[in-house]
T-cell receptor, first 115, second 112 residues
Framework: AAGVIQSPRHLIKEKRETATLKCYPI?????VYWYQQGPGQDPQFLIS???????DKGSIPDRFSAQQFSDYHSELNMSSLELGDSALYFC??????????????FGPGTRLTVL | GEDVEQSLFLSVREGDSSVINCTYTDSSSTYLYWYKQEPGAGLQLLTYIFSNMDMKQDQRLTVLLNKKDKHLSLRIADTQTGDSAIYFCAETPNSSASKIIFGSGTRLSIRP
């Protein structure tokens, strides 16, 4: 079965640079979520989109922005990168048609290292 | 408020049962989840339980929910070396498209 695809899997950037992370949800999933997991930390919710509209917002810095496109893939744009942005970034997808249990399927993550 | 707490470490002998505990504060949580994360890997949903259930069993996994005490546990029977991972307890505040709030994770290690 197809899973959530994230690219790139690894990314190395320098401070003050920008980064774009991509997420391709499971086919027919209409909702995408972004999470950030710092070293030794639990995943923290950043932002979510349902049918291309922002549906919820968490602890996402103003330097970050995200959107969901017409083909339901999503991109997380990160500008003015800081050392503290080094983390594993997960994308998850779900289908509201699956009912109310909000079963989110996670991608393998993008490991961002800021030097 | 939204807060999920777990103990950080658990060590069990291979073949024994593992019990990972979790407490949460949001009484409006409708679904509670257990996720498994192996080193360097993504998050794998192991099981979930609806808030009006007390127990759910799925092969070697048993989830117990005490809604009055806001306590959730995951029991892994006949623990194997492949069960070594970090286990995250998680909740979602309501049933619509919603963020998942994770606990700090419990690192399960298996002794031979």
């Amino acid at each position: 079965a197809a899973g959530v695809i994230q690219s790139p899997r690894h990314l190395i950037k320098e401070k003050r640079e920008t980064a774009t992370l991509k997420c391709y949800p499971i086919p027919r999933h209409d909702t995408v979520y972004w999470y950030q997991q710092g070293p030794g930390q639990d995943p923290q919710f950043l932002i979510s989109f349902y049918e291309k509209m922002q549906s919820d917002k968490g602890s996402i810095p103003d330097r970050f922005s995200a959107q969901q496109f017409s083909d339901y893939h999503s991109e997380l744009n990160m500008s003015s990168l800081e050392l503290g942005d080094s983390a594993l970034y997960f994308c998850a997808s779900s289908s509201q048609g699956q009912g109310s249990r909000n079963e989110q399927f996670f991608g393998p993550g993008t490991r961002l290292t800021v030097l | 408020g939204e807060d999920v707490e777990q103990s950080l470490f658990l060590s069990v002998r291979e073949g024994d049962s593992s019990v990972i505990n979790c407490t949460y504060t949001d009484s409006s949580s409708t679904y509670l989840y257990w996720y498994k994360q192996e080193p360097g890997a993504g998050l794998q949903l192991l099981t979930y339980i609806f808030s009006n259930m007390d127990m759910k069993q799925d092969q070697r996994l048993t989830v117990l929910l005490n809604k009055k005490d806001k306590h959730l546990s995951l029991r892994i029977a006949d623990t194997q070396t492949g069960d070594s991972a970090i286990y995250f307890c998680a909740e979602t505040p309501n049933s619509s498209a919603s963020k998942i709030i994770f606990g700090s994770g419990t690192r399960l290690s298996i002794r031979p």
